[in-house]
Structures are given as structure tokens and as C-alpha cells.
């Protein structure tokens, strides 16, 4: 893929300093703009936060810019729905629902990172809580903490990664992980949604590791409203399948166009575009065709300015 051209011209799925992404919503427009980009959705977590500022960035830039989020979800093991993400579009971001919903999510979110940091400067680490919160600048993450860690303790980390594998992963060796007091369940993320104007997507399928049944999940979220799936997703620079060949990630891909077909939910694409907080990954380098794109806008009834 040439450095100066977009492989796909609609992006889906970006992160911005409002979540744990690297670049403002402006910086991330102006770029996709330069990349040829016409059609870009902000997906930070749990927040709409950067949403105008990115919309504006659009009208200048000439980037239709779809408003969005991705829920991080209470897991179900009953139900076999672990670590579910669900991508909202086409939301308003200022639908009262949405807004206080979003509102009891973020004080959960801060709480919880807030206890997390407590329990790494147990661990001797030196990672002030102000420091962290002015970094995130939205809601904090544990990129945000690994950040902050590294750059106060080169003497125990060399990498972001280090920081994550010894403390931040749930499966480190002195996990700091402590659950949130407050967390919407996949079909309240739906529902929410769907109260907000908009669809509710689920995040990169293929990534679902602790899933015992992924095509059964499918199905259960469809019946709780799920709309579509993120069926094109770069899985070898991400989630879920690291590392794997490109025939391998095109076998996720049809496995996953395959079910949306025979489910009739819709199709989505997108990069989960991070930045420098996830190096490998580029502005569309996963994402739809402008025909793709047309077809699904025209299906939902958006109007964009081609």
C-alpha cells in the first residue's frame, strides 16, 4: 500500500485523544484528508467528546465525518458475550440518553483507573493520578498509564509493552486490573444506540479470543438488536490474530461476510486507527470502497455529500 494514498477511502473505526488514540480529532481529519479519505468515523471509547471538533475538521477538510463510539462492554459468561465491544454510528451525540449514560460510564471509567494506578505505585511504580488524567485529556486508559510509567521509570520499563505485560494485561504477573463499578451490558449498549438515532455494530468478530462460540454469540446479539458486524478489519496488525499471514486474515474476513449474509446485518469496515499508541496500523488500511460505502448509506437512509 503506497504511503501517500489510502488503501480504502472509508475509514470506520479511528481513535482519537479522547480516548487512547495518539492524534486530535483535527489531526486525524486533516490527515485521512491527505490520504484521499472520504469518509471517516471517530470511534473513540466510550465518549463523544472529540465528535464536533471532528465534524468541523470534515466541513473544512472536505471528510464527511460520521459520528460514533465503541461501548466497552460488562461481559456475560453465561451468555458467552466476554470482552464484547459495540460501535455505534450515526448517533447524535448530544441525544440526552446518550449523554447521561456516557456520563455515569466515564466517572466509572476514572474511578476504576484511578484504584488501577493506586494499585501499581503499590508496586513501587511512580505514576501520579493528576499526571495520568492530564494525559488522557478525555478518558483514561491504560495506554494513558503505561505512558506516564514509562516516562517516569526508565529504569524498570523499555516499552510501552513492558509496562502492560507486568502489570496492566489481566493476565500479568502483577496484574493491577480491578473491574468497574459502572459498565453497560452488550444489549444496553445496543439499546442505547438505537435510543441515540443510531446502528449498533459489533467490533472486529474475529478478535473474541475467550468467545466460545462466536457464530452463536452472533446470534444472540442479533436478537438483543445487534445490526451489523466490523467484517473487514486488519486482524494481523491488531487484535485476535497477530501476526497472521494474509490469507489467514482473509479466511476471518469471509468467515465473517459469510454470517453477515446469512444473518442479513450490515457490513463495516475500519482500521481502529490508534496512531503511534498502535504502530503497524494506518488510516485506511482497512475500511470500505466508496461503492460499499453508497450502498450501506443508502440502505440507512444517511445523506453524505459525495
Known amino acids: 500500500m503506497s504511503s501517500a494514498v489510502a488503501r480504502y477511502p472509508v475509514d470506520l473505526q479511528v481513535h482519537s485523544t479522547y480516548s487512547d488514540g495518539a492524534g486530535t480529532p483535527q489531526a486525524l481529519v486533516a490527515r485521512a484528508a491527505a490520504l484521499g479519505i472520504r469518509v471517516l468515523a471517530l470511534t473513540d471509547h466510550d465518549t463523544v467528546q472529540g465528535v464536533d471538533a471532528a465534524r468541523e475538521a470534515g466541513r473544512r477538510h472536505g471528510v464527511w465525518v460520521l459520528p460514533g463510539l465503541e461501548f466497552s462492554t460488562r461481559s456475560d459468561r453465561d451468555l458467552d458475550l466476554l470482552d464484547i465491544n459495540?460501535?455505534?454510528?450515526?448517533?447524535?451525540?448530544?441525544?440526552?440518553?446518550?449523554?447521561?449514560?456516557l456520563q455515569q460510564v466515564v466517572e466509572s471509567r476514572i474511578e476504576q483507573k484511578v484504584r488501577q494506578i493506586e494499585r501499581l505505585q503499590g508496586y513501587g511504580v511512580d505514576v501520579p493520578v493528576e499526571d495520568v488524567l492530564a494525559r488522557a485529556g478525555g478518558v483514561p486508559g491504560r495506554l494513558h498509564i503505561a505512558q506516564v510509567a514509562l516516562e517516569r521509570n526508565p529504569q524498570h520499563f523499555q516499552s510501552l509493552q513492558e509496562v502492560f505485560d507486568q502489570y496492566l494485561a489481566p493476565d500479568a504477573p502483577h496484574s493491577t486490573y480491578v473491574t468497574r463499578s459502572f459498565s453497560l451490558t452488550v444489549e444496553e449498549s445496543i439499546a442505547v444506540t438505537h435510543a441515540a438515532g443510531g446502528i449498533a455494530v459489533l467490533a472486529h468478530p474475529g478478535s473474541y479470543t475467550r468467545v466460545q462460540d462466536v457464530n452463536g454469540a452472533v446470534r444472540r446479539m442479533q436478537a438483543m438488536g445487534l445490526d451489523g458486524l466490523e467484517v473487514r478489519y486488519p486482524y494481523a496488525q491488531n487484535r485476535g490474530h497477530r501476526g497472521a499471514s494474509a490469507a489467514q486474515v482473509a479466511r476471518v474476513i469471509a468467515r465473517f461476510r459469510s454470517l453477515a449474509l446469512e444473518l442479513d446485518l450490515i457490513q463495516t469496515g475500519g482500521s481502529d486507527y490508534h496512531g503511534t499508541a498502535k504502530p503497524g496500523i494506518t488510516l485506511g488500511m482497512a475500511g470500505l470502497t466508496l461503492?460499499?460505502?453508497?450502498?450501506?448509506?443508502?440502505?440507512?437512509?444517511?445523506?453524505?455529500?459525495a
Do not use: Q
Open 86 to 101: 459495540i460501535l455505534g454510528y450515526g448517533i447524535d451525540p448530544h441525544h440526552p440518553a446518550l449523554t447521561a449514560v
Open 291 to 305: 461503492a460499499e460505502w453508497t450502498a450501506l448509506a443508502a440502505r440507512l437512509g444517511w445523506r453524505w455529500d
